[in-house]
């Protein structure tokens, strides 16, 4: 009775979206919330962004330093291990590679210290490159406490965890060490486009 091929069905259906990694879905206008712990909320009074090499301190931002540095404005993609993805989120922020600039000889490898002792680790080239900023403003607002205000990293081209909420420190290191969740058997790099979720992935 069908003069229709089979597969008809399959080939008029929505094209793949190619902003889509692998397993993702598109969360749409939704934000989703993804905190291990309490948000914390140090006063802009006490609170300072840190660069460190294990050793000492190689550079230290207080909130009306780092807020009078040069800020870039950024559009992009979000993809979360839990599989939402959000499309063109608008923050703005200062760039890594703004941070490191006056850093000699940094060293290859990163770990990220948040307020509440949240860690994660990167590899210092998914930082620099005009790739990662440390952001204080989304959609045209001061960053809400939830999303990481005052300030958090924002890596997008990894997954979301890796862009730690409440940044205070970056610190370099020789070798690429596990963070809080890469611990708990996540990847250590995790890359969405190669659907790196798990270590062995
Ligand atoms: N300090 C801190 N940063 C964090 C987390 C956290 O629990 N603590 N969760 C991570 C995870 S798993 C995700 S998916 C994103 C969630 O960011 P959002 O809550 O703004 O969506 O933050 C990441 N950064
Ligand atoms: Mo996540």
């Known amino acids: 009775m069908s003069v229709l091929s089979r597969g008809f069905g ?4 929505r094209p793949a979206d190619d902003r889509l990694p692998p397993g993702q879905y598109d969360a749409g206008d939704a934000f989703p919330v993804l905190s ?4 914390p909320h140090t006063p802009l009074a006490r609170w300072d962004l ?7 301190t190689r550079a230290r931002w207080t909130w009306e330093e780092f807020r009078a540095l040069p800020h870039e404005a950024l559009t992009v993609d979000l993809h979360c291990v839990t599989k ?3 499309f063109g989120t608008r923050w703005e922020g200062v760039a890594v590679d703004r941070l490191l600039q006056d850093v000699p000889d940094p060293a290859p490898y990163v770990l990220a210290t948040s307020d509440g002792g949240y860690t994660t680790n990167l590899p210092l080239a998914d930082l620099t490159g005009g790739r990662a900023w440390v952001v ?7 960053l809400a406490p939830e999303h990481g205000g005052p300030a958090r990293l ?3 081209h990894l997954y979301l965890w890796k862009s730690a909420k409440w940044l205070r420190r ?3 290191r020789a070798s690429d060490e596990p963070g809080f969740w890469e611990t708990f058997g996540y990847h250590l790099y995790g890359d969405p ?9």
């Open 10 to 13: 399959r080939g008029r259906s």
């Open 50 to 56: 840190a660069v460190d090499d294990g050793t000492g």
């Open 193 to 201: 486009w190669r659907e790196q979720r798990y270590s062995g992935d």
């Open 84 to 86: 939402w993805s959000k």
């Open 36 to 39: 291990a712990g309490p948000t």
């Open 154 to 156: 924002l890596v997008p």
């Open 170 to 172: 970056l610190t370099l």
């Open 136 to 142: 204080d403003t989304y959609a045209g607002e001061p």
